[in-house]
């Protein structure tokens, strides 16, 4: 039949067709593997050594400062209390204002003084008066004992009524001081020149003289101000009194003041004055520093930070701050060796001075103690040091320090 002879032909080629296409298929994959056979990753290229910023540490002649904690007082402070007694009539000042010494800030009913010093003028003058007489009738009976007109009794005692009229002038003239005094304290005045605090009693109240006399208000004054502080005997006796042995050099002595929450604008002073004695209960001297004060910033009764500097320079090895780290309590550096690995070292460390910390113990001069790139290095890594002497050096060597980076796998070919 030759319809089933040809469709029998058709399938045979349409397999044979296939059978091709599979083979050249897997001729083409056997190829790839061959061609991959024995393909290796690439290499690695090795890590650069970081880069860290280093400061080589030398003894330094520095001032050694020690902090302290201290209360501001006032140059001067005076209460205000009055001196005579009566109603108050006026108040001549507002709260907080700055008065000059000698401004009247309240006044006491002046009227009963005024009527007291009326009278006191009234009696100096009957008592001239009387002395006057007194002395006119001295000068008769002078001329009458000459001739013996008189007995000498009545001139003795004409004598007596003299002397007796002068001293009754002293009396009155005493008199009318004292009132013209309590005239004057009717005027309740400033005894200072500084910052008035709040009217206590107020217009319309009586006040009363005497020990138990009210404080009407209270005065601080604005011309400098000082800050006092307790100084440990081994600081007194170490950085102060071994260099400053005299009042004049204590003087010298410079004083540094940071108010809580305020620590970019310290004030500068100078030590006014130390106590005379140590106290033996808590082994610590008083000290007393002296600002100015021309703003008013500084508040008598603020708490504030005080540091103050040594009499004189002493040779140290210093460490920046940045270089330091904490381990629980102990503090130390990292170093760079000779062999330009990275060591620790467990340091002692003494006061702050320059930016820096004194190093006790733990570094020696010569060694470079790294101060910039510490997140990135740790014991017997191998690094690359660089000296850093300014912010803008140390910003370097940051800008310039290479994370590890590492290629985990080859580049693979594409599908």
Do not use: C
């Not at 209390?81 to 000042?93: A, H, L, N, Q, Y």
């Not at 009696?123 to 002395?135: G, H, I, P, R, Y």
């Not at 510490?374 to 014991?379: E, I």
């Amino acid at each position: 039949m030759p319809g089933l002879s040809n469709l029998m032909k058709k399938r045979a080629a349409r397999i044979s067709a296939i059978a091709v296409v599979a083979l050249s298929g897997a001729g083409i994959a056997s190829y790839y593997i061959a061609s991959n056979v024995g393909a290796q990753p690439s290499a690695v290229a090795p890590e650069p050594a970081p880069l860290v910023g280093v400061v080589t540490v030398k003894p330094q002649n520095v001032r050694i400062w020690s902090e302290f904690s201290g209360r501001m007082q006032a140059v001067d402070s005076a209460e205000v209390r009055p001196e005579v007694s009566g109603r108050i009539t006026g108040v001549r000042f507002k709260d907080g204002q700055t008065v000059k010494a000698g401004d009247v800030l309240f006044v006491i009913d002046p009227r009963p003084y005024e009527a007291a010093v009326a009278k006191a003028e009234a009696n100096l003058v009957t008592a001239k008066t009387n002395a006057e007489f007194a002395a006119t009738e001295l000068e008769r009976a002078t001329n009458m004992v000459k001739t013996q007109a008189i007995a000498q009794r009545l001139y003795d005692e004409r004598a007596n009524a003299s002397r007796v009229a002068n001293a009754a002038i002293l009396m009155a003239e005493a008199d009318l001081k004292q009132a013209r005094i309590d005239l004057d304290h009717a005027y309740v005045k400033a005894p200072i020149g500084g910052r008035v605090s709040r009217a206590e009693i107020t217009l319309g109240n009586r006040v009363q003289a005497g020990a138990g006399a009210p404080v009407l208000s209270s005065i601080v004054s604005n011309d400098g101000i000082y800050a006092d502080f307790d100084v440990d005997e081994q600081t007194y006796m170490r950085s102060i009194r071994a260099h400053a042995d005299t009042p004049d050099k204590e003087r010298q002595i410079r004083v540094e003041l940071t108010v809580q929450g305020d620590d970019a604008h310290p004030y500068t002073g100078t030590i006014h004055s130390f106590d005379n004695r140590i106290n033996s209960s808590s082994g610590t001297i008083r000290a007393r520093a002296r600002f100015d004060n021309k703003n008013g910033s500084l508040v008598p009764g603020m708490f504030v930070s005080v540091r103050m500097a040594g009499g004189s320079e002493e040779s140290v090895l210093l460490v920046p701050e940045r270089a330091v780290g904490n381990d629980q309590s102990k503090k130390f550096v990292y170093v760079v060796t000779n062999d330009g690995k990275v060591a620790y070292r467990e340091v002692s460390l003494g006061q702050q001075s320059n930016g820096g910390r004194i190093v006790l113990a733990g570094v020696r001069p010569g060694e470079r103690v790294i101060v910039d790139g510490l997140q990135h290095v740790k014991p017997d890594v191998v690094v690359r040091a660089q000296e850093v002497s300014s912010q803008r050096e140390a910003e370097k060597v940051a800008a310039n320090y290479q994370p590890d980076q590492r290629q985990s796998s080859a580049k693979r070919p594409p599908l």
